[in-house]
């Protein structure tokens, strides 16, 4: 394994706090009690299941996340532009030439 990797790997490995030979001394112990009530204070268990709050959130959840993730908001972001663009053509465009010849 190359030097880089290793690199790499021991940064996502704790170092080792709770060495035998520190444990003894008083500033070691201070220090120790401080890692050891951190870690106390940290959650246990599975995390708590997200609940979206407003529309854009409950809409991400149910078509960008999970098991059901899909391509359908393909499809409706080219509806919103279909819609919206005949909208405007009609407006600028096909609203004046309704009654008359061109």
Do not use: W
């Amino acid at each position: 394994m190359s030097f880089i990797c290793r690199r790499g790997l021991s940064t996502l490995i704790p170092p080792k706090i709770a060495s035998p030979s520190a444990i003894g001394a008083t500033q070691d112990a201070v220090r120790m009690q401080r890692v050891v009530s951190f870690y106390a204070k940290l959650p246990r268990g599975p995390a708590p299941k997200f609940q979206p709050k407003g529309i854009l959130q409950r809409y991400a959840n149910r078509y960008f996340y999970g098991e059901n993730a899909s391509k359908a908001p393909i499809v409706h972001l080219i509806a919103i532009f279909t819609v919206f663009g005949y909208a405007q053509h009609y407006y600028f465009h096909i609203r004046h030439h309704k009654h008359n010849a061109h």
